[in-house]
């Protein structure tokens, strides 16, 4: 052991050791030990770390340890969310394959991993560009295929003109893609692939019980309100069309105001449009493109504003049989409900709106119980009350008026009861090179035929200067003969990104399995994973995905589990506020001010400056670079700062000087077990606990008293901060003991034994946080094994308790002393030392006692008359 803390020397040794000894690598079942699996999310190769990556592994690494110490066979793996449209736009620009791109990225990022002493099975390492992994998405596009969960349809989709390829809906963010935002947003009639996520979108929805208390609620409230359940009514519009009657389906949660509605609104995708109304109308069909152009997300918007056309046709209500006239307009969607919406101005807000603008009439059909209340012309009416001008439903409370409108159109065929949601079929289709080939071949008339024969591979004869497709322009790949001899075509799209990673979890199980993905054994052993660790900006994208999967999986027969991931921590961003003037720190931090440096201070610059800077921390350019750090501080004290700095669930706030801080924290640490060596190192009896003196007590009940804040902050959704600054008092305690007892040769014959146990218990307890330096100090304390292995410290619960407590001696209020007293005297025993004290004696004598109060074992307070 050196004389002075050298973190880099340290780190470097482990590391090595670590790696060459294989300390971390896990097995599916350990005989007498409980599987726990602890995963953070997928990592995309961009090829540098960044600060958010530095919080998020640090925090599953510090879960990881400290669940092997408590006995646990614990599966900590690693790995690489390989494909996608970074790497294929840096072929382009660089002139290099994607696969050479992605590999030199990984070297470099997996290096970068190993600085921070991750405790990762690098023997169980996947990444999802490799065809033994991408192969398996293509099995499961067969399988849902053949279950009848994948279908092909034409359709307007999102399309990123940057990217030149189309997006899921949960892709789409304030109407630009999720990969930039310099770009609106366009919808393109496309025939794509698709994922029937909507066949499970109820059980998503009850699964949310399951994941109740073990998931942030905000999360839940996100999937709860992207699924979109609605229950409602479709009823039966009727369009008098060329002698014919055509029935247009209308969903309403609304049907107690059907009376009210004086036009209807079809989206502008609606079948109709293109087959009816733009042959009667064709010069109308530029205002119909540009609202199928609009961004879908925007469109749904309260204060999108509200474009339309009248079609010249009318439809007949079946309610009262009223022609009432039809238009199109962009606040509808096709993808939501029919396509088709019912429209009451007086009593919605969007179709007020609209009618104002487009003077189209209105009509109240729900009488408020204050008349102030009521629809007038001039604002809606959205409460309850008496339905009127509802013909036979006059007088009944609109509530009661649904079921009884509903009973009555019922009987005639024209309505039904009926739930709806927002959630849509999983777009999976992407206009990209880089990504899994979907197994799909065509024959001349266009019939599907899957292509079994797996891997189906990425071919390399690519021109990615092209534009458009890129695998277009592959002719070994496109082109090919079908068994039955014909000439067949590959299908050149390939799958969304997001399918690889909402299943990788599994994989990690079995990755070298070359015939199954994983084996129904091994997934029924480990799963649901036991602690998931990431952004909660996945909220609807790859937890919802990855949800769906494993009930698809579940359905399939492949495991026996409903939900992949049974507890979910989201981390909250790393902050950086080092690229503020100082300035604009002022406006971040002060509210209670008019004027900084002559500026004038407003709450909204203030949120423009919160939003500048969590766009800078989304897009990795906060300034943060980790292996810097590293270099400069270590990787032990930059991790013990990550994790102490907030708990896990807030943002952080990233100081150099807390880093500083936590480096000096360890010196102590080190230079403590340096300077102590003669003790730690010899082999010791038990405690006697009645041989121990004062201090030896108040150090053992200190220690015990650490290891239960400890347990319980780390089992407390890991609060690792409460935990480690638990440990910084305790060293305060020992630091405190070595003077006046170790140093002053003040010791018994106890001393030595019990600040050894403290001494261990700190080593320990501070590991999962900075493993590095803890391993060097448990090896130089004569520990055989790793630190790793080694068992997490338990506390006795009597040892946390004291047998002297400070008593507070007051007379009419006022302090007169402060005892060291036993922690178990009766009231009477307390009265009686208290009135014993000599300064308490000198503010009573001659003065009358009225009564005496005695609060716990703590207070006394005498009450004499003046």
Same mark, same amino acid.
């Given at each position: 052991m050196k004389n002075e803390y050298i973190s880099k020397d340290i780190e470097s040794k482990w590391q090595k050791i670590w790696e060459e000894n294989k300390v971390f690598k896990s097995e599916n079942k350990v005989e007498g030990k409980k599987n726990y699996y602890t995963l953070e999310m997928f990592a995309y190769p961009s090829g540098k770390l960044h600060a958010g990556h530095l919080r998020n592994y640090t925090i599953g690494d510090a879960i990881a340890r400290y669940k092997k110490m408590q006995g646990f066979n614990v599966l900590h793996p690693f790995g690489w969310d390989s494909f996608g449209l970074p790497a294929e736009n840096a072929a382009i620009?660089?002139?290099?394959?994607?696969?050479?791109?992605?590999?030199?990225?990984?070297?470099?990022?997996?290096?970068?991993?190993?600085?921070?002493?991750?405790?990762? =099975?690098?023997?169980?390492?996947?990444?999802?560009?490799?065809?033994?992994?991408?192969?398996?998405?293509?099995?499961?596009?067969?399988? &849902?295929?053949?279950?009848?969960?994948?279908?092909?349809?034409?359709?307007?989709? #999102?399309?990123?003109?940057?990217?030149?390829?189309?997006?899921?809906?949960?892709?789409?963010?304030?109407?630009?893609?999720?990969?930039?935002?310099?770009?609106?947003?366009?919808?393109?009639?496309?025939?794509?692939?698709?994922?029937?996520?909507? =066949?499970?979108?109820?059980?998503?929805? %009850? $699964?949310?019980?399951?994941?109740?208390?073990?998931?942030?609620?905000?999360?839940?409230? &996100?999937?709860?309100?992207?699924?979109?359940?609605?229950?409602?009514?479709?009823?039966?519009?009727?369009?008098?069309?060329?002698?014919?009657?055509? /029935?247009?389906?209308?969903?309403?949660?609304?049907? /107690?105001?059907i009376y009210g509605v004086t036009y209807i609104v079809l989206a502008p995708e609606h079948p109709l449009v293109s087959e009816i109304i733009l042959k009667e109308k064709p010069e109308i069909k530029p205002e119909i493109d540009a609202m199928i152009n609009e961004d879908k997300i925007s469109r749904e918007a309260q204060d999108k504003e509200k474009v339309g056309i009248f079609s010249g046709l009318y439809v007949k209500n079946p309610a009262n049989g009223e022609n009432i006239p039809l238009y199109v307009a962009n606040y509808v969607l096709m993808d939501y409900g029919t396509g088709a919406v019912m429209a009451v101005p007086a009593h919605d807000e969007r179709?007020?709106?609209?009618?104002?603008?487009?003077?189209?009439?209105?009509?109240?059909?729900?009488?408020?119980?204050?008349?102030?209340? %009521?629809? =007038?012309?001039?604002?809606?009416?959205?409460?309850?009350?008496?339905?009127?001008?509802?013909?036979?439903?006059?007088?009944?409370?609109?509530?009661?008026?649904? /079921?009884?409108?509903?009973e009555k159109l019922s009987k005639d065929g024209k309505a039904k009861k009926t739930v709806n949601f927002k959630l849509h079929d999983w777009l999976i289709s992407r206009q990209r090179y880089w990504g899994t080939?979907?197994?799909?071949?065509?024959?001349?008339?266009?019939?599907?035929?899957? %292509?079994?024969?797996?891997?189906?591979?990425?071919?390399?004869?690519?021109?990615?200067?092209?534009?458009? #497709?890129?695998?277009?322009?592959?002719?070994?790949?496109?082109?090919?003969?079908?068994?039955?001899?014909?000439? $067949?075509?590959?299908?050149? /799209?390939? &799958? =969304?990104?997001?399918? %690889?990673?909402?299943?990788?979890?599994?994989?990690?199980?079995?990755?070298?399995?070359? #015939?199954?993905?994983?084996?129904?054994?091994?997934?029924?052993?480990?799963?649901?994973?036991?602690?998931?660790?990431?952004?909660?900006?996945?909220?609807?994208?790859?937890?919802?995905?990855?949800?769906?999967?494993?009930?698809?999986?579940?359905?399939? $027969?492949?495991?026996?589990?409903?939900?992949?991931?049974?507890?979910?921590?989201?981390q909250g961003m790393v902050l950086d506020y080092s690229f503020y003037s100082q300035n604009e720190r002022r406006y971040l931090f002060r509210d209670e001010v008019e004027f900084i440096d002559n500026v004038p201070y407003s709450k909204k610059t203030k949120e423009e400056l919160v939003t500048k800077l969590e766009k800078m921390s989304k897009s990795k350019n906060n300034g943060l670079d980790p292996e810097t750090i590293f270099n400069e501080y270590g990787a032990d004290a930059t991790r013990l700062f990550a994790l102490f700095a907030a708990p896990p669930e807030k943002e952080l706030e990233w100081n150099m000087n807390g880093v500083m801080g936590a480096y000096r924290f360890l010196n102590r640490i080190y230079l403590m077990v340096l300077d102590t060596l003669d003790i730690l190192t010899k082999e010791y009896d038990k405690v006697n606990l009645d041989k121990r003196n004062k201090e030896d007590e108040n150090l053992q009940r200190k220690t015990h008293l650490t290891i239960k804040k400890v347990t319980e902050s780390m089992e407390d959704n890991f609060h690792f901060n409460t935990a480690i600054a638990a440990i910084m008092e305790l060293l305060n305690e020992i630091t405190t003991f070595k003077q006046n007892v170790i140093d002053a040769n003040n010791k018994s014959s106890e001393s030595d034994k019990i600040f050894k146990e403290t001494m261990m218990s700190v080593i320990i307890m501070i590991s999962p946080f900075s493993p590095h330096i803890s391993e060097e100090l448990w090896q130089a304390c004569g520990n055989a094994n790793y630190i790793f292995e080694a068992k997490w410290p338990e506390y006795i619960e009597e040892l946390t308790h004291t047998s002297e407590i400070k008593m507070v001696v007051q007379v009419n209020g006022k302090l007169r002393a402060t005892l060291d007293v036993a922690a178990n005297l009766s009231q009477d025993e307390m009265k009686e030392i208290a009135l014993s004290n000599q300064n308490v004696k000198q503010n009573i004598e001659d003065k009358e006692i009225v009564k005496i109060i005695c609060v716990g074992n703590k207070l006394v307070n005498i009450v004499v008359k003046q």
């Open positions: 620009d660089n002139g290099a394959e994607p696969s050479v791109w992605t590999a030199k990225n990984i070297e470099n990022m997996k290096r970068q991993l190993k600085l921070m002493g991750l405790s990762y =099975d690098w023997d169980r390492e996947i990444a999802t560009f490799k065809k033994d992994y991408y192969k398996f998405n293509q099995q499961l596009f067969i399988d &849902m295929y053949k279950k009848g969960l994948v279908y092909k349809k034409k359709s307007y989709v #999102n399309w990123c003109p940057d990217c030149h390829t189309v997006l899921a809906n949960e892709q789409v963010e304030d109407g630009k893609c999720w990969r930039h935002s310099k770009t609106d947003v366009i919808q393109k009639e496309l025939s794509q692939w698709y994922f029937k996520i909507t =066949d499970y979108a109820q059980e998503l929805l %009850d $699964g949310h019980e399951e994941l109740k208390g073990h998931w942030p609620d905000q999360v839940l409230a &996100m999937q709860k309100n992207w699924i979109g359940r609605s229950e409602g009514v479709e009823v039966e519009f009727v369009l008098e069309y060329n002698n014919k009657n055509i /029935d247009i389906p209308v969903f309403t949660t609304r049907i /107690d105001t179709d007020f709106a609209f009618s104002k603008k487009y003077n189209i009439a209105a009509k109240a059909v729900i009488k408020a119980k204050n008349p102030e209340h %009521d629809y =007038d012309g001039t604002k809606t009416f959205l409460g309850k009350g008496e339905l009127i001008n509802s013909g036979e439903f006059n007088g009944i409370n609109n509530i009661e008026a649904k /079921d009884r409108i509903l080939p979907i197994p799909v071949i065509y024959d001349e008339e266009g019939n599907i035929y899957l %292509d079994e024969n797996l891997p189906v591979e990425l071919p390399t004869d690519i021109d990615f200067n092209s534009g458009g #497709n890129p695998l277009e322009t592959s002719k070994s790949f496109k082109e090919v003969i079908l068994p039955n001899g014909k000439k $067949g075509r590959r299908e050149t /799209d390939t &799958m =969304d990104t997001f399918v %690889d990673s909402s299943w990788y979890y599994l994989r990690y199980l079995d990755p070298k399995n070359d #015939n199954k993905a994983f084996t129904k054994e091994d997934a029924d052993s480990w799963m649901p994973v036991d602690q998931y660790i990431g952004g909660i900006e996945h909220a609807v994208m790859h937890l919802l995905y990855s949800r769906f999967f494993h009930k698809v999986f579940r359905d399939l $027969g492949y495991l026996s589990s409903n939900e992949p991931f049974k507890n979910l921590l989201t």
